[in-house]
């Protein structure tokens, strides 16, 4: 008898164990999740409120609101839970899809400088050091690329993370690109269907080789490429502060950031040239020194160019 009160005492103890071991395995997931559940709330709740600022902006009740609002990339760093990034980088782009919709409304009259930063030539084997920087500082920028299938990911992360994809041509050849009207199209043609192919973007944005004022085009010969795009509503953009990153000699990234931040100022509406190429290192370098100076300045914002974007061009039609 004492042998089998003991095995139902052992029984009952094991029975209990098992109790609380299922308990503990019902409530400790049913914790976390209310707790995630909280924090979700928290995010909502600071993604309103930014949301709220944007339409305060587009009311024009409140310029100082939209500023910051564009630099909301410091502001959710406070979310540091990784469980929520996903749902913060959703939250993110639903905001900037709502300030980029509304970017034509700017005038020069706002009081806000518009910065677009741009690179050409990409993709290449910076274009993801270049995305991780300005992914860094939540800010959009231009990437006017030529055609490279190796690069087919960084082209679909371009478009993904909210950046405009333009036309620089295929081959970037000049010779060749620039011998007639038709050669040129044929060419561009050919880099807006692998873009659709890749990414589905309907690019309709362009940047001529060189830009438009380079010295190997004939004047006829881009005055038609002019007169083309604008039947097919298609803007080109040149621009008006050089990172001087084009030169062939080696250019430090210190010399980088002092040629844009020493003209950046200079203007309203600033397009800046860089370029995104396996060898240009010290543009990467430069990136967030340029970044960080001009997000210093409360009356300006940095911006992706759009359709809507007023050109800076250095040809004009005839």
Same mark, same amino acid.
């Given at each position: 008898?004492?042998?089998?009160?003991?095995?139902?005492?052992?029984?009952?103890?094991?029975?209990?164990?098992?109790?609380?071991?299922?308990?503990?395995?019902?409530?400790?997931?049913?914790?976390?999740?209310?707790?995630?559940?909280?924090?979700?709330?928290?995010?909502?709740?600071?993604?309103?409120?930014?949301?709220?600022?944007?339409?305060?902006?587009?009311?024009?009740?409140?310029?100082?609101?939209?500023?910051?609002?564009?630099?909301?990339?410091?502001?959710?760093?406070?979310?540091?839970?990784?469980?929520?990034?996903?749902?913060?980088?959703?939250?993110?782009?639903?905001?900037?899809?709502?300030?980029?919709?509304?970017?034509? &409304?700017?005038?020069?009259?706002?009081?806000?400088?518009?910065?677009?930063?741009?690179?050409?030539? $990409?993709? /290449? !084997? *910076? +274009?993801?050091?270049?995305?991780?920087?300005?992914?860094?500082?939540?800010?959009?920028?231009?990437?006017?690329?030529?055609?490279?299938?190796?690069?087919?990911?960084?082209?679909?992360?371009?478009?993904?993370?909210?950046?405009?994809?333009?036309?620089?041509?295929?081959?970037?050849?000049?010779?060749?690109?620039?011998?007639?009207?038709?050669?040129?199209?044929?060419?561009?043609?050919?880099?807006? &269907?692998?873009?659709?192919?890749?990414?589905?973007?309907?690019?309709?944005?362009?940047?001529?080789? $060189?830009? /438009? !004022? *380079? +010295?190997?085009?004939?004047?006829?010969?881009?005055?038609?490429?002019?007169?083309?795009?604008?039947?097919?509503?298609?803007?080109?953009?040149?621009?008006?502060?050089?990172?001087?990153?084009?030169?062939?000699?080696?250019?430090?990234?210190?010399?980088?950031?002092?040629?844009?931040?020493?003209?950046?100022?200079?203007?309203?509406?600033?397009?800046?040239?860089?370029?995104?190429?396996?060898?240009? &290192?010290?543009?990467?370098?430069?990136?967030?020194?340029?970044?960080?100076?001009?997000?210093?300045?409360?009356?300006?914002?940095?911006?992706?160019?759009?359709?809507?974007?007023?050109?800076?061009?250095?040809?004009?039609?005839?």
């Amino acid at each position: 008898m004492a042998q089998e009160d003991k095995q139902q005492k052992r029984s009952r103890v094991w029975k209990r164990y098992a109790v609380i071991l299922l308990l503990l395995l019902v409530l400790i997931p049913s914790s976390f999740s209310v707790i995630l559940m909280f924090q979700m709330a928290g995010l909502r709740s600071a993604v309103k409120e930014l949301q709220s600022e944007v339409r305060m902006w587009k009311s024009g009740s409140n310029q100082e609101a939209f500023v910051e609002t564009v630099r909301i990339g410091e502001d959710v760093e406070i979310f540091e839970d990784e469980a929520t990034a996903d749902i913060i980088a959703l939250e993110n782009k639903l905001i900037w899809d709502d300030i980029e919709q509304n970017a034509q &409304d700017w005038n020069s009259d706002s009081g806000i400088r518009r910065v677009y930063l741009t690179f050409d030539d $990409g993709p /290449s !084997s *910076n +274009t993801d050091k270049i995305l991780d920087i300005l992914n860094e500082y939540g800010v959009k920028a231009t990437f006017f690329v030529c055609g490279n299938e190796r690069y087919m990911e960084e082209y679909q992360r371009i478009a993904d993370e909210g950046h405009t994809l333009g036309m620089h041509s295929y081959s970037h050849k000049f010779r060749e690109i620039y011998q007639s009207t038709e050669a040129f199209l044929d060419d561009m043609n050919r880099l807006h &269907d692998y873009l659709y192919e890749v990414t589905g973007v309907d690019s309709k944005i362009v940047r001529f080789p $060189g830009g /438009s !004022s *380079n +010295t190997i085009c004939e004047k006829d010969v881009m005055q038609d490429l002019i007169a083309y795009l604008s039947q097919e509503g298609m803007p080109y953009f040149d621009w008006n502060v050089s990172s001087g990153d084009a030169a062939s000699s080696y250019i430090s990234a210190e010399r980088i950031a002092k040629n844009v931040l020493d003209n950046v100022w200079k203007y309203d509406s600033v397009i800046i040239l860089m370029h995104d190429a396996s060898n240009k &290192d010290t543009t990467v370098e430069a990136l967030p020194m340029i970044i960080e100076k001009i997000l210093e300045s409360e009356d300006t914002v940095l911006l992706p160019i759009t359709e809507d974007t007023s050109p800076i061009q250095h040809v004009q039609a005839n």
